[in-house]
Nanobody, 121 residues
């Protein structure tokens, strides 16, 4: 019943910006981590940015200084602000959440369906 839904993808010119959102819904006890991954054509999925419940963040070297991840715990939502976009940022972006559905459960990963980001002139 847990569902992750991404939004905010689209077509943007190089140097432009996009803001991705991911809403986690369903029966959830707690969300430990939230993250954004991406997969470009012909490439394997890679971690873009992650954020822990305490707001500690980490980023892939390729996006440091350009992307910002944040979360709204009250809304079970994670965001990815992407600035100074480059053609090499083109990919399907996937939302990931590590969460517990019940306090006795171990943390399990859940994935969204992905949203397309295309950076092109």
């Amino acid at each position: 019943q847990v569902q992750l839904v991404e939004s905010g993808g689209g077509l943007v010119q190089p140097g432009g910006s996009l803001r991705l959102s991911c809403v986690v819904s369903g029966s959830i006890f707690s969300i430990n981590t939230m993250a954004w991954y991406r997969q470009a054509p012909g490439m394997q999925r890679e971690l873009v940015a992650g954020i822990f419940s305490g707001a500690t963040t980490n980023y892939a070297d390729s996006v440091k200084g350009r992307f910002t991840i944040s979360r709204d715990n009250a809304k079970n939502t994670v965001y990815l602000q992407m600035n100074s976009l480059k053609p090499e940022d083109t990919a399907v972006y996937y939302c990931n959440a590590g969460l517990r559905k019940y306090f006795t459960d171990s943390i399990k990963d859940y994935w969204g369906q992905g949203t397309q980001v295309t950076v092109s002139s």
